[in-house]
């Protein structure tokens, strides 16, 4: 589910990466939280889709979760001509909250919204939510050290 704004970005983006074996969910977000973009993807997909994402945005680094497999992901960007800058980014819980997330962005309709949040499935993979609240979780771990 690509999700993106077509107007041309006068700011750096931040690339949102949650590796995993077998899916991967990637997002754009600038400085001011504004969301360009994001999306589940297949994990053999994953260097080809953030490679094509550079060139279209002005990604200024890419931040990824540190758990499944991050250590191999981080090397793979690293081997890609025009190397990312890359921060990793604690992502324990993210699945949890990426799920109440959800629930924010797209509203239960129908009888689903009569069940108790916790009690509620997200219909789709929420690896690119994941993403998201990493991008997230950089910008206040930037803001807090800072103040």
């Known amino acids: 589910m ?3 704004s077509f107007a041309p970005l006068n700011q750096p983006v931040i690339l949102g990466f949650d590796p995993g074996r077998q899916k991967c969910g990637l997002a754009i977000m600038g400085l001011d939280r504004s969301l360009y973009y994001h999306e589940v993807i297949a994990a053999n997909t994953a260097i080809e889709t953030i490679e094509t994402l550079r060139q279209r945005f002005p990604v200024s680094m890419v931040v990824m979760g540190n758990q499944t ?79």
Do not use: C, F, H
């Not at 250590?71 to 690293?78: I, P, S, V, Y």
């Not at 890609?80 to 990793?88: G, K, Y």
């Not at 239960?108 to 609240?133: E, H, N, S, Y």
């Open 2 to 4: 690509p999700s993106s």
């Open 69 to 147: 497999s991050a250590k191999e992901w981080r090397q793979q960007l690293a081997e890609v001509a025009d190397p990312p800058r890359v921060v990793m980014v604690d992502e324990r819980y993210s699945t949890l909250e990426a799920r109440d997330r959800y629930w924010q962005m797209y509203p239960p309709q129908g009888l689903v919204r009569l069940l108790p949040q916790g009690m509620r499935t997200p219909p789709r993979p929420i690896d690119d939510i994941v993403a998201i609240l990493l991008i997230e979780r950089y910008l206040e771990r930037l803001t807090s050290n800072s103040a």
